[in-house]
């Protein structure tokens, strides 16, 4: 607009130097006013052209904004998001009877949420499951894009991948036998299983100067589902676990039960490769959408309910 009302504008004045020209005789007036009128309809189209050319510029800048909200990043392979997790803590993820969550092959909590902030992507959500601590190799390894597996913060973690926000706050409790003499209280005298890898893990065999119990009271296990079966073929005491997946355990497995408390509250995150900057920053935004417009409370109720 402003370069319209500038070309009239020295139309106007043009114009008003032909005209004072003319008075020497009608022809000469006439043929400026002929030329002007050329000029006036020139620019005129020129501007109009112009303007017409920034509106668009402007709407596909509008359009490249928009398609660019989760900003520029890449993924290992072109069009997917690979994810690795480790299908056996329940009701995180699991591997399905059929076909899965959207043909995955898999359920659960992390795998519904992995599979929106995909289609918020504009990705094909692929699952590599293995042994919880290589679905954490694989992301620093670039074999994953990202790891989903009830994965926890820890400061330990952080040194080696980038976390997302967290969607989910996760407990810790204690799985033992019915009649068991264990309790929060003398649990450093006893033999205590965690997952390989976990926090649980971490945590419970750390030195007794910093809240553990010291590696010669805990065994670690590939999986929580093999820790309780060592539990209940009194190979160890007390199974140390997410409350998620121990409520599953102790309902398919009779003569365990939960220790009443908390033994560690913590937060559920995602991560991806240090350093991976701009796949976090896009994962965090497509997450924090779903946190906002409730998907992410309706799919934890969906497998947890609010007892």
């Not at 350093?275 to 976090?280: D, E, K, R, V, W």
């Not at 959408?289 to 799919?299: H, K, Q, R, S, W």
Request: net charge negative; charged share 20%.
């Amino acid at each position: 607009m402003k370069k319209i009302a500038t070309l009239l504008a020295a139309l106007m004045l043009m114009t008003a130097a032909f005209s004072g020209c003319g008075d020497a005789g009608t022809s000469s007036s006439s043929a400026a006013g002929s030329e002007s009128s050329a000029v006036s309809e020139s620019s005129v189209s020129e501007a109009s052209s112009a303007a017409s050319e920034s509106s668009s510029s402007s709407e596909a800048s509008s359009e490249e904004t928009a398609a660019g909200d989760y900003g520029e990043f890449t993924t290992i392979e072109e069009g997917k998001l690979i994810m690795s997790t480790n299908a056996q803590f329940p009701p995180y993820e699991m591997v399905a009877d059929g076909e899965g969550f959207n043909g995955t092959g898999f359920e659960g909590i992390d795998v519904e949420i992995a599979s929106a902030i995909a289609d918020k992507l504009g990705l094909e959500l692929q699952i590599d499951d293995m042994e919880f601590d290589s679905a954490l190799l694989a992301v620093q390894n670039n074999t994953a894009d990202v790891m989903l597996a009830g994965l926890s913060y820890s400061e330990e973690r952080d040194e080696v991948v980038d976390f997302t926000d967290s969607y989910a706050t996760g407990v810790q409790v204690v799985i033992v036998k019915d009649g068991s003499d264990v309790t929060m209280d003398n649990l450093g005298e006893k033999m205590i299983g965690t997952q390989r890898g976990t926090t649980g893990y971490i945590y419970a065999s750390d030195t007794p100067e910093n809240g553990g119990y010291g590696e010669d009271h805990v065994l670690a296990y590939d999986n929580g589902a093999t820790a309780v079966q060592a539990l209940m073929n009194d190979q160890i005491d007390a199974v140390i676990i997410d409350e998620a997946p121990a409520k599953e355990f102790v309902a398919a497995n009779e003569g365990l039960t939960i220790l009443p408390g908390n033994w560690v509250e913590e937060q559920y995150c995602a991560a991806v490769d240090e350093g991976n900057t701009a796949l976090q920053n896009a994962i965090n935004t497509a997450l924090n959408e779903l946190i906002d417009d409730g998907t992410v409370d309706e799919i934890i109720a969906k497998y947890i309910s609010a007892e």
